[in-house]
């Protein structure tokens, strides 16, 4: 995931730049664009833009228009793409397979297949036909579509819509770092005395440094260092479950489901497959356009193979008795070093989405005419006051499946299923088939119920286990 996000952290830094914290004129702000490709601002130069795009915000103004705009090949954008869809949340996969039962493959599947199809189609409402029919690129940002459907309604209505979102679903990541985090470090080290709590208020303290973070090349090392964790992880709990072949049967797999809690697995699974967000400044980056769409095509169907087969080891492993995080079902000697590293790649996790929820927030702000945002102490001041909001929240919210159903379902499937369907209805009516109409109507519909009742179910799931506290 990571990856990914750091490019589109590059479009959101070019963009708020004149409400970030710190010194420095114009020409330390171009060589730092120049150094690091990750903090330029991705699309073709002397593209034609539309009406939306030349009123956005998030078009390139100043010295950025002067930079020459990276190019990345089809593999590397798989890669980013891989990387967003293959996170640390894999691993509350399994027990969501147990939850859900043999739907729980099929849903793993249908997710896969319609979050490729919603990824291509929000891609699609970034361009419009030519007087001689060649499509060309009006539109860069996933802001800019919201825009160009609520123009007639209100201007700006969609994009405030869209960056809220986003703001949402980048702090309730925040918040599962958090809780992964802590449950971690009280599992890792049983040794010493502490409390659930005194552990939460351990990880909360080293992440303070968060707030300080204002260059994107530190995020990228951190990215760095939690892709290689990820793999590490994930190697180790595959080759364990290798070993226990033995064990395997498939009377393991429920055949009754509770309703409630497969809605809350729906939200688990769409969660794992979120990159929508990204697509439209990952698509502007590639030096073949062209070759966007199989790319996601087999990226998500590469990745909708892993996790169905590692969530299918995993729980023919250790059937009823999966938790939440699959690390916790290893045998105490490895489940340590394996959690230590898990930890690590939490940690390191964390000051992304932090980092990018704040500078898309400073924005926010500071488009609204508070002065106060543009001082590096009222950067710190908003930024610390997230930092307190994301730990408040995982210490009353500090159940893993459940938060991540829950922001699967209220945002996840908004981002992913709802809006890519409902924006390329509004942009594309008159040019599309009744079929793909029809489609994009169905993914609405059932994006609408998942979402509601997944919200609903995670609510009261989170409810029953307050009550039993």
Known sequence: MSCLWLRWLGTQAE?????????????????????????????????????????????????????????????????????????????????????????????????????????KILIACLYEDSEDGTQVRVRNTYEDIANAC????????????????????????????????????????????????????????????????????????????????QFLITAIVIVYCLTQAQRWSWRRTPLPVDFEKLLVSVGVIIFSYTSQIFLPTLEGSMADRAGFAGMVTWTHALACVFKTAFSLLAFLTWGEETKEVITDNLPPTLRVAVNL?????????????????????QGCVGQCGAAWIEARE???????????????????????????????????????????????????????????????FVILVLGSLCSLSGVICSVKGMSKAFGGR
């Open 15 to 119: 963009v708020l730049r004149n409400y970030s914290f710190g010194h420095g004129g114009d020409e330390e702000i171009l060589e730092f664009a120049q150094q690091d490709e990750l903090s330029r601002t991705y699309g073709e130069e002397g593209e034609d833009l539309g009406e939306e795009e030349r009123g956005s915000p998030c078009r390139k103004t100043g010295a950025a228009q002067q930079i020459a705009s990276p190019k990345i090949t089809t593999w590397e954008a798989a890669w980013n793409v891989t990387n967003a869809i293959q996170g640390i949340f894999v691993l509350g996969l399994p027990y969501a397979l147990l939850q859900s039962g043999y739907l729980g493959l099929l849903l793993l599947v249908l997710a896969a297949v319609l979050c490729s199809y919603t990824g």
């Open 150 to 229: 609520c123009a007639h309604l209100c201007p700006r209505l969609g994009g405030k819509i869209v960056n809220a979102a986003q703001v949402v679903e980048l702090m309730m990541t925040c918040v599962l770092y958090l809780v992964v985090s802590s449950n971690l470090a009280c599992h890792s080290f049983p040794f010493i005395p502490l409390s659930s709590t005194a552990w939460s208020v351990a990880t909360f303290l080293t992440l303070v440094p968060c707030m300080l973070i204002r260059d994107l090349r530190v995020v990228s090392r951190l990215s760095l260092l939690c892709s290689v964790a």
């Open 341 to 361: 590293f898990l930890l690590a790649k939490a940690l390191l996790s964390y000051p992304l989405p932090f980092y990018a929820a704040a500078e898309v927030l």
């Open 378 to 440: 009222g950067a710190l001041v908003l930024r610390a006051g997230l930092l307190l909001l994301t730990f408040l929240a995982a210490m009353y919210m500090p159940h893993f499946s459940l938060l991540m159903g829950l922001t699967g379902s209220m945002t996840g499937a908004a981002m992913t299923l709802l809006l890519p369907s409902l924006f390329h209805l509004q942009l594309k009516w008159r040019k599309m088939d009744a079929k793909f109409k029809a489609l994009d």
